[in-house]
């Protein structure tokens, strides 16, 4: 059974920073691209930024270019996102999600695994 729990969430000041970590579990981690998605109330779910399976290529939104970074480490079987300069539009449910194929997919329908989310709100 496979499992995608992200932690890290919360209430953060505008400016400020918050560290999303996604734990995988039941599946071969090292064989799946990895992505964070967002979504506001209201709003289309959005790919956040991407990692390739060995983590030597990502992908960001234009959103959040030059603020988000993320990493994964295979040995512990985790993906994060650090978030840096945050601002209200950053405020959605962050979901972890995992995609079997060898190429980042930008779309969120080529996602096979979704975790449950983590709410991040950025007001002061």
């Known amino acids: 059974q496979v499992q995608l729990v992200e932690s890290g969430g919360g209430l953060v000041q505008p400016g400020g920073s918050l560290r999303l970590s996604c734990a995988a579990s039941g599946l071969t981690f090292s064989n799946y691209c990895m992505g964070w998605f967002r979504q506001a109330p209201g709003k289309e779910r959005e790919l956040v930024a991407a990692i390739n399976r060995i983590g030597s290529t990502t992908y960001y939104g234009d959103a959040v270019k030059g603020r988000f970074t993320i990493s994964r480490d295979n040995a512990k079987n985790t993906v994060n996102l650090q978030m840096n300069s945050l601002k209200p539009e950053d405020t959605a449910v962050y979901y972890c999600?995992?995609?079997?194929?060898?190429?980042?997919?930008?779309?969120?329908?080529?996602?096979?695994?979704w975790g449950q989310g983590t709410q991040v709100t950025v007001s002061s």
């Open positions: 999600a995992a995609d079997r194929r060898s190429i980042i997919a930008t779309m969120a329908r080529f996602y096979d695994y």
